[in-house]
């Protein structure tokens, strides 16, 4: 079945300073490939989406970009600010199934 | 607030008992998602249902039983848990669609802590 690898699942920055976390897929019939953000004791909310006919998108400081032939898609968060301290998931679908990755925690240093 | 809520946050349960999880969206939506969140593991999709018809069922144990009476309310039915069940229990919900097609975006609740003892 699908698999979604994501890393690292810990990530400390410089606030200022840019976070990428990666993730790869096993099935290449997904399609569409969202990034949530969960902060603590909230449930997951989209930050950033893409579909596979799209190769980057970009909104203000959050960018995803997706290579459909290796397999692997990354967010990238610039000019990292304290709020960006939370827990970011990947998730790849096709359909309706939906396979999240384990998580990202990613600490924003002052 | 994602427009998605979720009763009770908490809940103690002892393995013999049974409780109701419930989820209320006041989005418009037509699909609506459990899934389960535990310590270092990836969030499980549990339940589907789109336009009130349960399209998806991830293999659950039937001590877990789902019912959405309408489009806007989801229902958990839990009775005789493991402890290995305590997780945070999140409802999802999306615009839905008559046909299988690309999932659409998801808003998720707040969530259930579970504990069961």
């Known amino acids: 079945g699908e698999n979604v690898e994501q890393h690292p699942s810990t990530l400390s920055v410089q606030e200022g300073d840019s976070a990428v976390i990666k993730c790869t897929y096993s099935d290449s019939a997904s399609n569409y490939f969202p990034w949530y953000k969960q902060e603590l004791g909230k449930g997951p909310q989209l930050i950033i989406d893409i579909r596979s006919n799209v190769g980057e998108k970009k909104d203000q400081r959050i960018a995803v970009t997706l290579n459909k032939t290796a397999k692997h898609f990354s967010l990238h968060i610039t000019e990292t600010q304290p709020e960006d301290s939370a827990v970011y998931f990947c998730a790849a679908s096709k359909g309706d199934k939906i396979i999240f990755g384990k998580g990202t925690r990613l600490h924003i240093l002052p | 607030e994602t427009g998605v809520t979720q009763t009770p946050r908490h809940l103690v349960m002892g393995m013999t008992n049974k409780k109701s999880l419930k989820c209320e969206q006041h989005l418009g939506h037509n699909a609506m998602y459990w899934y389960k969140q535990s310590a270092k593991k990836p969030l499980e999709l549990m339940f589907v249902?789109?336009?009130?018809?349960?399209?998806e069922n991830n293999s659950v144990p039937s001590r877990f039983s789902p019912e959405c009476p309408n489009s806007s309310h989801l229902f958990l039915h839990l009775h005789t848990l493991q402890p290995e069940d305590s997780a945070l229990y999140l409802c999802?919900?999306?615009?839905?669609?008559?046909?299988?097609?690309?999932?659409?975006?998801?808003?998720f609740g707040p969530g259930t802590r579970l504990t069961v003892l």
């Open positions: 999802a919900s999306s615009q839905g669609r008559l046909a299988r097609g690309l999932l659409d975006t998801q808003y």
């Open positions: 249902y789109n336009f009130k018809e349960q399209t």
